[in-house]
């Protein structure tokens, strides 16, 4: 076997850790949804059992991953993203990422003139960029207004709410990791 496909393999088991982790399941819960053995799924995620497809499979339903993403598969074929876009609180997210790791999708936020603002706390930072419109950012006892090309940080421990600053729907890219990783950015100096 290859050392490439022998890295793969060495790679399945903590990958499992982590979905099992961002999907908040103990061993206990887990061998209970799928059926299979806790001390299986532990030995499988800590390496000492190789991966088979009566074991993935449940994995890859449960996590709602592909197959692929669990062993890490290269990807072939067509780059493109088709995720279906869902609107939840009157807002539209536009998935542009596959689960797993930090998450990016467009959000589109239409005025609601009638909705108080209800500042929310949960796991993780995030990243907001304003494609168009004017966001109103409510981060703490702060407001901040972005207009378009400009954008913000913040951890969501931090109790914040997003909407438009005037009538217009405002559209952002956002950048979320629910593990609290952040998005880097250097700016040159001129």
Do not use: C
């Not at 990958?15 to 819960?29: F, W």
């Not at 542009?96 to 990016?104: D, E, I, K, N, T």
């Amino acid at each position: 076997m290859s050392t490439e496909k022998q890295d793969r393999l060495a790679a399945v088991g903590p990958r499992l850790r982590q979905l099992r982790h961002r999907h908040g399941l103990t061993l206990a819960d887990l061998a209970e949804r799928i059926g299979i053995n806790e001390s299986t799924l532990s030995r499988l995620e800590g390496g000492t059992r190789k991966p088979t497809l009566e074991i993935l499979l449940p994995l890859a339903e449960v996590y709602a991953v592909p197959l692929d993403e669990l062993v890490g598969a290269p990807r072939t074929g067509d780059p493109r993203i088709h995720l279906k876009p869902v609107t939840r609180d009157g807002m539209t997210f536009v998935p542009l990422s596959r689960p797993g790791g930090v998450q990016a999708h467009k959000l589109l936020i239409p005025p609601r003139p009638e909705a108080e603002p209800h500042l929310s706390t949960h796991e993780g930072f995030e990243w907001v960029y304003v494609l168009t419109g004017r966001l109103r950012l409510l981060l703490g006892e702060q407001t901040v207004v972005l207009k378009p090309g400009e954008a913000a940080e913040f951890d969501t421990h931090v109790p914040h709410w997003l909407g438009p600053d005037d009538e217009r729907t405002v559209e952002l890219l956002v950048l979320f990791g629910s593990q609290g990783e952040r998005a880097h950015l250097r700016a040159r100096t001129t």
